[in-house]
């Protein structure tokens, strides 16, 4: 049980990272279709 809250504990940071990059890759996509039109 331990171990188990310490690799939850550790997987939140690698999952907000995750979730901003996909954030900002698609915002980047965004910006290039606007540009495009």
């Known amino acids: ?3 188990e809250s310490i690799l ?3 997987s939140w940071p690698i ?3 995750i979730s901003l990059k996909a954030v ?6 965004y910006e ?3 540009e495009e039109e």
């Open 1 to 3: 049980m331990y171990l």
């Open 24 to 29: 900002q890759y698609a915002l980047k996509k």
């Open 15 to 17: 999952l907000i990272y």
């Open 32 to 34: 290039h279709k606007l």
């Open 8 to 10: 939850w504990l550790l």
